[in-house]
């Protein structure tokens, strides 16, 4: 089932500024996973927190973790034209097993 | 880095006509793949979990008898779309974990195949 909630759903702002996503998930996690995805294209994967991890830094990416709150926020800083795309969340339950539930997903665009 | 190929990239197929999509890892091992679907604009569910050597996990409401999946080798697994339907139409995602090296928990995903049930 699905339990990952991204907001917004769509976000749109201009080349330079930061994008700030929201995950939030029901149920206990083992890991939290973002991806890209462009337009009819698979997954890319962008970085991964674990249960235990609160703040972790790839490149021009920033993801938080709060499992008291069951909440994750990926930031993106100094966004480009190139990270226009669907950005999802997906979590893990399992010990390694498992497949992923994911998020609805924010798609983002970035004005030139 | 490690890669995951799908075949076809699409598929159109007539209602009624079976369909076979292949997930391959080209360059590691792969004891689990996992099978994904994604309607247009919505998010990916998780269909089935693929163990090679033995028989697939099927995610609640996901009928077995439908969709087959054969997971023959360590590097292969097949998703088969019996008597296709329009509804069925989706963009089909594979993903495969490697456990042989890199981190555990990374699912390395396929390039999806779009399949078109007319």
């Known amino acids: 089932s699905q339990q990952g909630e991204e907001d917004p759903q769509a976000l749109s702002i201009q080349e330079g500024e930061n994008a700030t996503m929201n995950c939030s998930y029901k149920?206990?996690?083992?890991?939290l996973q973002w991806y890209r995805q462009n337009s009819g294209r698979g997954l890319v994967h962008l970085i991964l927190?674990?249960?235990?991890?609160r703040e972790k830094h790839s490149g021009r990416l920033r993801v938080t973790l709060d499992t008291s709150k069951k909440s994750s926020s990926l930031l993106i800083t100094a966004s480009r034209a190139a990270d226009t795309a669907s950005y999802f969340c997906a979590t893990a339950t399992g010990g390694g097993a498992d497949g992923l539930t994911f998020g609805k997903g924010t798609h983002l665009i970035i004005q030139p | 880095g490690a890669v995951v190929s799908q075949h076809p990239s699409w598929v159109i197929c007539k209602s009624g006509t079976s369909v076979k999509i292949e997930c391959r890892s080209l360059?590691?091992?792969?004891?689990?793949m996992f099978w994904y679907r994604q309607f247009p604009k919505q998010s990916l569910m998780l269909m089935a979990t693929?163990?090679?050597?033995?028989?697939?996990?099927?995610e609640q409401g996901v009928e077995k008898d439908k969709f087959l999946i054969n997971h023959a080798s360590l590097t292969l697994s097949t998703l088969t779309v019996t008597s296709a339907h329009p509804e069925d139409s989706s963009f089909y995602i594979c993903?495969?974990?490697?456990?042989?090296?890199?981190?555990?928990?990374?699912?390395?995903f396929g390039p999806g195949t779009r399949l078109t049930v007319t």
């Open positions: 993903s495969a974990r490697d456990y042989t090296g890199g981190p555990r928990y990374e699912q390395y």
């Open positions: 360059d590691f091992q792969a004891t689990t």
């Open positions: 693929s163990n090679e050597g033995s028989k697939a996990t099927y």
């Open positions: 149920t206990s996690i083992n890991n």
């Open positions: 927190i674990r249960s235990n991890e």
